[in-house]
């Protein structure tokens, strides 16, 4: 049966120009060939948020024993498999659902995002106010890519040269200085050198925000002049 409601599907232009993308491509299609063909897009959707939870609770761990951060970097690899190949998989094989698809995807991204960053602000590493302004600028740069999807038909992956896989490997980076380095002494107004760079992250996004949101409002007041 035919559902009453059906909306237009508009093709959607994925840019995706970071770093290590070709690289990443080239291994994603050799993982997708070799998958089991039991293994679906949903089960890695699945897997991407376990491994998003593995990160959470290493980091909350740390603060009984350091070496629970191992199980975040084990977690960032796990959520790096799901999230990288559910949409990858359903591509190589040609059953993607592009309006169930892109709503699980993102919305289980946000989730997962909030998970990583709040695991972060939860350790007795980086102070959890810090943290939550490096989540409120990583929302904000999605809250862009989406927008930019409805307005311009673009799925924008990546900016200044990195995406969600450079995001990553910066984190694993991260946690490895914290598992070498141990808890820092504050530095200044409060701060130690991991709420600094947390922090700094955080105000880049937010700051990417803002240039975002005026270089394309812009380009549509330049494609939609006013009628009078």
Not at 19 to 36: G, Q
Not at 65 to 88: E, T
Not at 207 to 227: C, D, N, S, Y
């Amino acid at each position: 049966m035919e559902p009453a409601f059906k909306p237009k599907i508009t093709p959607i232009d994925r840019i995706q120009e970071n770093l290590v993308a070709r690289v990443e491509r080239r291994a994603l299609n050799w993982l997708c060939a070799r998958l089991p063909r039991r293994v679906s897009p949903d089960m890695l959707t699945a897997f991407g948020m376990l491994g998003a939870l593995m990160v959470f609770t290493g980091y909350v761990g740390s603060n009984a024993d350091r070496d629970w951060l191992w199980l975040s970097v084990a977690g960032y690899v796990v959520h790096w498999f799901g999230d990288s190949l559910d949409g990858s998989l359903a591509r190589f094989r040609k059953i993607e659902r592009p309006r169930y698809g892109y709503f699980l995807d993102h919305s289980c991204d946000g989730l997962a995002t909030t998970l990583l960053v709040a695991g972060i602000g939860f350790s007795p590493y980086v102070q959890l106010e810090v943290a939550l302004v490096a989540l409120a600028g990583y929302l904000l740069m999605s809250i862009h890519a989406f927008l930019s999807v409805r307005v311009l038909g673009e799925l924008r992956l990546s900016y200044l040269n990195a995406g969600p896989t450079e995001l990553r490997l910066l984190l694993i980076a991260l946690t490895l200085t914290m598992y070498a380095v141990g808890r820092e002494h504050p530095i200044a107004w409060g701060l130690n050198g991991f709420d600094l760079f947390v922090g700094a992250v955080g105000l880049l996004l937010i700051a990417l925000f803002v240039i975002q949101t005026l270089q394309v409002a812009r380009r549509l007041a330049v494609e939609e002049p006013p009628l009078n």
